[in-house]
């Protein structure tokens, strides 16, 4: 999310004797990046968040549109849902979102899906008083339904605005903290697909393509002693001097597959691969791995418990985890806990196969 550059005037003339070599430093930042990452959340679910692996997962929080088009009602239904998530890090900051989703489902229509997600970072400067912060606003629209009883296919748009704040120590100006700006409009779309290999068995693939226009501002967080071009003569720069302030276009590229393996009747696991690459045209390119692990178990009195670990490419790994209480519906055949999503024509006892789901 960083764009094509665009000359703007700087507020001297000796700081294009600093911008110029700063320039690398100010954009090779692999927090900042993290950021644009994150970003890449996709699931409004804080039940599909704590388990991280949902490609293959046929349920309404699957990260996967296809996957979250695969229930069919007898009868159409809206389910409203809310949330709030909130992830410490290790370095001191906390990040949090609250989303809310509106979701229609019509029998042999497919799923209608409006959504809308704010996400913000608390205790920005961390432990190591560098500021790092992400504080943006996603609308999401989708539409997905089942092709034939063993498959199902989706397509989702989001349009994400916000700012990113990242301080670092940067070399080029001899060791002195700067802060870099960006705000950021990105639309992106995502197409998946999702099926079920065997009774136990199940896969999703989703392919997506973002493109974000942004701009970014560099300031000095100290004052900064600079020399005129020419003389030499130094001069001081007081906090806040805008150092520069290029523009970028960033083009995001995500693949992502996963399996999923019922391994008995409460316990699912779900395993995700993901691919990200970002283009900047002006600050170079970022591929990022990502590999989750997520298993989701329906204990006694209708809670689930969701849980899972990732790790990617450059080092990173989390762990997360949610218990998730469900409210309590009794089957006719047999007597079992009915969960969301679930009717009495999933039940093992009406000679169906019984699965269980937790948006």
Known sequence: MFGCLRSRPLILGALLLVAGPARSDFFDQPFA???????DRQSNYASTLA???????????????????????????????????????????DVYAAPISLRWNGPDRGTLLFAYAYTDTGNAQGDNGLTQSLRSDEWFGGYGRRIDEHSAAGITVRL??????????????????????T?????????????????????????????????TTVTNLAPLVVPLPGIGTPILLPPGTVLAQPDDIVSTYSLRGGLGFRVTDRTNIYVDAIGLRMSTRNSGAQDLGRFLLGAQHLVANGWVLNGGVGVDTL???????????????????????LLEGENEDDCSSAGATRRFYAD
């Open 315 to 337: 080092g990173k790994v989390n762990f997360s985890g949610k218990a998730v209480t469900l409210s309590v519906r009794v089957c006719r055949h047999c007597g079992a806990a």
């Open 160 to 181: 994400t605005n916000g700012r990113i704040l990242s301080d670092s120590i940067s070399e080029s100006l001899g060791g002195a903290p700067a802060r870099s700006t």
């Open 183 to 215: 705000r950021f409009v990105t639309p992106d779309i995502n197409v998946g697909y999702a099926a079920e290999l065997t009774p136990t068995i199940t896969m999703g693939l989703v392919a997506g393509y973002g493109r974000a226009t942004a701009d």
């Open 33 to 39: 990046l993290r950021l644009f990452f994150a970003v």
């Open 51 to 93: 388990r991280q692996a949902s490609i293959a997962a046929l349920e309404g929080g699957s990260a996967n549109p296809g996957a979250a088009a695969w229930r069919q009602p007898p009868t159409s239904t809206t389910t409203a849902t809310t949330s709030f998530v909130y992830a410490p890090s290790s370095g001191g900051r």
